[in-house]
């Protein structure tokens, strides 16, 4: 059973736009979450975390929001770059455990 | 970048062969984990150490054992290998288990 789904396998925005990324967690003893940006043949690198006593963070153009209450974050990237084109997953870390347990992944693709 | 590497970064087997793989770290991080990334799946933790020595299984830690006598080296063996274990492994490193883990470049794995 996932603890963290990421439910849009794809998603498809124009350059400039804004690309909204969504994550849902199970768990509600995590209270750590973080989101990772993949390109081919690399590994996985940090773009953004967030506690769970705050309900936003942002960095830039990247922005996460955490609605406890729903169990569910989203990333949001404005403006989107051709560059931003890579897999997002999301991560979660919490409880006895000090591991990151990942959701599948969603493959962002920005148009030019 | 976090010292990370992984080696071999491709490899080919055949079915029922044991397998090594080696994470290496300069950073002097206490934990270390190995990943599986699978499509559909996102990443899958499949063992991680949190001191020389220690060690702990993770989601599918099955067919897989793990050692760790140095802080900087984590192997990950594959007793005999299966066709259902070619994937990408990453190893990951984190100073403190409690935020942002650092990944490796990977390692493509496959059994033929």
């Known amino acids: 059973d996932q603890q963290v789904k990421q439910n849009s396998p794809s998603l498809s925005v124009q350059e400039g736009r804004i690309s909204i990324l969504n994550c849902d967690y199970t768990n509600s003893m995590f209270d750590y979450f973080l989101w990772y940006k993949k390109y081919p043949a690399e590994g996985p690198t940090f773009l953004i975390s967030i506690s769970s006593i705050k309900d936003k963070n942002e960095d830039g153009r990247f922005t996460v929001f955490l609605n406890k209450s729903a169990k569910h974050l989203s990333l949001h990237i404005v403006p989107s770059q051709p560059g931003d084109s890579a897999v997002y997953f999301c991560a979660a870390l919490g409880g006895s455990a000090r591991q990151l347990t990942f959701g599948s992944g969603t493959q962002l693709t920005v148009l030019p | 970048d976090a010292g990370i590497t992984q080696s071999p970064r491709h490899k080919v087997t055949e079915t029922g062969t044991p397998v090594t793989l080696r994470c290496h770290q300069t950073e002097n991080h206490r934990y270390m984990y190995w990943y599986r990334q699978d499509p559909g799946h996102g990443l899958r933790l499949i063992h991680y150490?949190?001191?020389?020595?220690?060690?702990d299984k993770g989601e599918v830690s099955d067919g897989y054992s793990v050692s760790r006598s140095k802080t900087e080296d984590f192997l990950l063996t594959l007793e005999s290998a299966t066709s259902s274990q070619t994937s990408v492994y990453f190893c990951?490193?984190?100073?403190?288990?409690?935020?942002?883990?650092?990944f490796g470049q990977g390692t493509r794995l496959t059994v033929v």
């Open positions: 990951a490193i984190s100073e403190d288990g409690a935020q942002r883990a650092f």
């Open positions: 150490s949190y001191g020389v020595k220690d060690t």
